[in-house]
């Protein structure tokens, strides 16, 4: 990440840190709704997107936000194995449209979501409306 130059094209680079970003929010929007590290890993995953909609060229200004989101997502997914296994697809999702790119800012949430309480079930949902 930190030898990427500023504004070189990344779409796989993009992708891969989607996935790892996006599996960590999946999880923690499960166990921990609205919680600091959830909208951490929320943030991270919109910027990615976001850099990705916008051409796939590699914003270094994100690599800080990135190394912590990457960092939080391990910590969740070695802590809850099971739980990574049923959010997988969702995040294998996000990389693909990135990889693909089709990816729409409108495939993460806005911060509009911390104005609700998380729906019951809504990890399995999203999980499942990925795999489709």
């Known amino acids: 990440m ?3 130059p500023h504004g070189e094209a990344a ?3 993009l992708a891969l840190m989607g996935f790892y970003v996006g599996w960590g929010l999946a999880m923690a929007s499960e ?3 609205g919680s600091a590290r959830m909208k ?3 943030g991270t995953l919109r910027g990615i997107v976001q850099a990705a909609h916008a051409g796939a060229r590699w914003d270094a200004a994100l690599t800080p936000a990135i190394e912590r989101s990457l960092h939080l997502a391990e910590k969740l997914l070695i802590d809850n194995a099971r739980l990574a296994l049923r959010m997988q697809p969702w995040a294998e999702g996000i990389e693909l449209r990135i ?3 089709t990816v729409q800012l409108s495939d993460v949430a806005g911060p509009e979501i911390y104005n609700a309480s998380q729906p019951e079930g809504h990890a399995q949902d999203v999980a499942e ?3 489709a």
């Open 99 to 101: 990889k693909n790119g």
């Open 11 to 13: 779409r796989d680079q």
């Open 2 to 4: 930190y030898m990427t």
């Open 31 to 33: 166990i921990e709704f």
């Open 129 to 131: 409306e990925a795999a």
């Open 40 to 42: 951490q890993l929320h």
